[in-house]
């Protein structure tokens, strides 16, 4: 071989290598990113399984106090209905009462006609009964009134 065919050969060669090296160089660079971006992204999935972990907790707990919440509510609501039904059985009692002091009242009416001025001490008697019974009925009407649902 000829001296310049070598030496064209060994500049190639030369090159070559040079380029080898400075793509090595920008390799190397680029794998130290990546390793570091390793980093980061371990970083990332740690923090991301722990967060993970914390909402499953958080969430467990909600359940918890859900089905709470679930058991008072449905005991308040057997309470209530308990509740309504006492205070319809008394509004009832009370309306039977009403009708009662009503008959009385009527009877009464009935009986002064019938006596027309017989017994004048029994005339304020009765006007009292009366205003006492109107008075319970207003009562019991304001209690039913103001009474929850």
Do not use: W
């Amino acid at each position: 071989m000829s001296p310049i065919m070598a030496m064209i050969i060994e500049s190639l060669v030369t090159v070559l290598l040079a380029v080898t090296v400075g793509y090595c160089i920008v390799l190397d660079r680029k794998l130290q990113r990546l390793r570091a971006d390793e980093g980061q992204m371990r970083a990332t999935v740690i923090d991301l399984g722990m967060a993970t972990e914390r909402a499953e907790r958080a969430i467990d707990s909600l359940r918890k106090t859900l089905a709470d919440c679930d058991q008072s509510l449905a005991e308040r609501l057997r309470i209530a209905e308990r509740t309504t039904q006492d205070l319809e059985s008394r509004i009832r009692t009370g309306d039977e009462v009403l009708d009662r002091i009503g008959r009385i009242v009527n009877a009464a009416r009935h009986a002064e006609q019938a006596a027309d001025g017989v017994d004048v001490a029994f005339a304020p008697k009765l006007s009292d009964t009366v205003a006492a019974a109107q008075a319970l009925a207003q009562r019991i009407r304001q209690r039913t009134a103001s009474a929850p649902n």
